[in-house]
């Protein structure tokens, strides 16, 4: 089955009982069984959910993977992939990674003696030798949120498995429809599906996918043991939306093309950071592993200070100034206050992350709007 098609089909079979051909929203904490032990597959949600089970397997389909793992948050699936690991284990992560994927691994996973090294991943041989006898994992973050650097997922899973490492991929920001790290050789994929995934601005949800079946052993049973489950209405909004991935990632690259071609003739604007222009220092490896260059643009400006990045961020009508990306809906965002305000200072400015930086979500209004609407919060 092709790709488009599986968003509509994968894992979404009529309901037995009635024939609706939406999944249903099955609130319901506990199955009724003929006699113990007799269920019909189902007998407490935390464990099993007939919403959940549809889209565990529309995901798992939609990563060339065997099973998908569903979980309340983005960082909720993060979380239960690093409860994989043991005391005195080491992650390998980029420099750059989503602000609340270090804080998770800094401030809780620390304390519990798993320790983390950041390093900028998009450069293959520093990844070889910043490896640790005690590294036990390699987080992965491409396109990097929000300097949009291009790490070669290939190259970095080589390298891990040449020394039985693994692999996890956070794919929030290409989405399936552009890149599917397993088919690179990820062993691990995670989804914050509040994002493209949902595409609409309106649930949190995560979801791990891998085709080792040991790891999903490992993951089912810890989504059960810990228990942080999402509700089924949860389950069914991000089936609803994966339906029009597709098309809205589509248009989303198409619009983001255009903004960033209008960003770097902007005589206000230093710098566009986009992985579809051919000097992006990533450009080559994101055409080989991804379908299109994605929605996000990050962009500074000259001679720029936080107060003028703020100036900007006020002036902007259709893009709205709210942190999260992935919707139907442009957003504009100032990453140093508000995504990655819990990176330390320094670690930002060594990645590049000014206080100028602005980064945009861009969705899928009509792009002339979109341009005009930057024209007047850019105009002096
Ligand atoms: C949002 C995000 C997360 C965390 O997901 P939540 O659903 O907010 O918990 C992780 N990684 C990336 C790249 C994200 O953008």
């Known amino acids: 089955m092709k790709f488009n098609t599986k968003l509509i089909h994968a894992g979404v079979d009529p309901d037995p009982s009635t024939g609706a051909i939406m999944t249903p929203i099955f609130q319901t904490?506990?199955?009724?069984?003929?006699?113990?032990?007799?269920h019909k597959g189902y007998e407490y949600?935390?464990?099993?959910?007939?919403?959940?089970?549809?889209?565990?397997?529309?995901?798992?389909?939609?990563?060339n993977g065997t099973d998908a793992v569903c979980f309340g948050s983005g960082l909720a699936a993060m979380d239960a992939?690093?409860?994989?690991?043991?005391?005195?284990?080491?992650v390998l992560a980029s420099n750059d990674m989503y602000g609340g994927s270090f804080r998770l691994l800094e401030r809780v996973f620390k304390q519990f003696g798993i320790s983390n090294k950041l390093i900028p991943m998009q450069d293959p041989a520093l990844v070889e030798s910043s490896i640790e006898p005690h590294t036990r994992?390699?987080?992965?973050?491409?396109?990097?949120?929000?300097?949009?650097?291009?790490?070669?997922?290939?190259?970095?899973?080589?390298?891990?498995h040449k020394r039985g490492l693994l692999v996890c991929v956070d794919n929030t920001f290409a989405s399936p429809y552009l890149q599917n790290p397993l088919d690179l050789g990820a062993d691990l994929v995670l989804h914050s599906a509040t994002k493209y995934l949902g595409g609409h601005s309106d649930v949190v949800h995560g979801a791990v996918v891998t085709k080792n079946p040991e790891l999903a052993q490992q993951?089912?049973?810890?989504?059960?043991?810990?228990?942080?489950?999402?509700?089924p209405m949860d389950c069914f909004l991000v089936l609803r939306g994966i339906k029009t991935l597709h098309v809205r990632v589509q248009r989303a690259c198409e619009n983001a093309r255009e903004i960033a071609a209008f960003l770097k003739s902007h005589p206000r604007v230093s710098r566009v950071l986009y992985p579809g222009f051919q000097e992006h220092p990533g450009h080559e490896i994101a055409k080989k592993q991804m379908r299109d260059f994605g929605g996000m643009v990050s962009f500074d400006l000259i001679g720029g200070s936080e107060e003028e990045a703020r100036q900007v961020l006020s002036k902007t009508r259709l893009f709205a100034c709210a942190e999260s990306l992935g919707g139907v809906e442009s957003l504009i965002?100032?990453?140093?206050?508000?995504?990655?305000?819990?990176?330390?200072?320094?670690?930002?400015?060594?990645?590049?992350l000014t206080d100028s930086l602005m980064r945009l979500s861009v969705g899928i209004e009509d792009v002339s709007d979109l341009i005009?609407?930057?024209r007047q919060a850019l105009a002096n």
């Open 29 to 38: 904490s506990t199955y009724v069984q003929e006699g113990p032990g007799h």
């Open 45 to 63: 949600a935390r464990t099993q959910n007939p919403t959940r089970t549809a889209l565990q397997e529309c995901l798992a389909a939609l990563e």
């Open 81 to 90: 992939i690093i409860k994989m690991l043991k005391s005195g284990d080491g």
């Open 137 to 160: 994992m390699i987080w992965v973050e491409t396109p990097t949120n929000p300097l949009l650097n291009i790490v070669d997922i290939r190259s970095i899973c080589e390298i891990a």
């Open 219 to 231: 993951l089912y049973f810890i989504q059960n043991a810990t228990g942080a489950v999402p509700g």
């Open 333 to 352: 965002g100032h990453p140093a206050s508000m995504t990655h305000a819990s990176l330390p200072k320094a670690e930002r400015e060594k990645s590049g």
């Open 372 to 374: 005009e609407d930057l």
